[in-house]
Nanobody, 125 residues
């Protein structure tokens, strides 16, 4: 069992930046792939970004809608994954969730095994 706790959400103006953090329990964090998803009101949860496990090279993947604006990174010493969000737009408003991917496919919700409770990000115009 892996527990995840997100933090860093809040209210920001369009064009601003936020950094989300997700702290994970467990001693094998470096072996997990980690992902970020988001869910806006009335919409389905969607993939945002993923970073593979360290032994897989820590490769990163992004949804087209955030490519060039968001950066995912990980600090294995702190058991934490980050999502740096820049040039935020009102359409980025959503609850952001982090998730653990043990062996599943990137970007497929079904491939993620553990989920956090989410953190709200609101971007005002």
């Amino acid at each position: 069992q892996v527990q995840l706790v997100e933090s860093g959400g809040g209210l920001v103006q369009a064009g601003g930046s936020l950094r989300l953090s997700c702290a994970a329990s467990g001693r094998t964090f470096s072996t997990y792939g980690m992902g970020w998803f988001r869910q806006a009101p009335g919409k389905e949860r969607e993939f945002v970004a993923d970073i593979s496990s360290t032994w897989s090279g820590g490769r990163t993947y992004y949804a087209d809608s955030v490519k060039g604006r968001f950066t995912i990174s990980r600090d294995n010493a702190k058991n934490t994954v980050y999502l740096q969000m820049s040039s935020l737009k009102p359409e980025d408003t959503a609850v952001y969730y982090c998730a653990v991917r043990l062996r599943g496919p990137v970007a497929d919700m079904g491939g993620y095994d553990y989920w956090g409770q989410g953190t709200q990000v609101t971007v005002s115009s």
